[in-house]
Structures are given as C-alpha cells and as structure tokens.
C-alpha cells in the first residue's frame, strides 16, 4: 500500500461510470476537497472578524478617560 502511495495517480473523470475510480482516488480527492473547504472556511472567517472589528470600533470609538 505504501508503495502506491508513492505512485502518482492517474487522473480519472468522476462522470466516466465504465472505469471507476480507485479507492485511493476517491480519498486523494476527497481530501482535496476537505482542504479546499478549510482554505475558503479560514479565509470567510478571517474576513468576517475584519469586519466585526470595524463595525464595533464605529460604533464604540475607543474609551478615552475625562480629566
């Protein structure tokens, strides 16, 4: 198993249903996915709290004391 690891996959077209992919395809692809998600995920998320913090500081402008 290990030893096809280390082998590049062919490429495969998931719409082809006379030559299935492997198992091993499947994961490979399935794991692209999931990192794809997490990329996009991160970016929203870093982008939301960018706009999180400028809402508030419009709205609180920083606390400056009377003297």
């Known amino acids: 198993a290990s030893l096809e690891k280390a082998m590049p996959q062919q490429p495969f077209d998931l719409n082809d249903i006379i030559h299935e992919p492997s198992d091993e395809q499947l994961d ?5 996915v999931a990192a794809a998600a ?27 004391r009377e003297a």
């Open 28 to 32: 490979d692809l399935m794991e692209a």
């Open 38 to 64: 997490r990329r996009h995920a991160d970016a929203a998320r870093a982008q939301l709290m960018l706009r999180l913090r400028a809402e508030i500081s419009a709205i609180n402008p920083p606390f400056r």
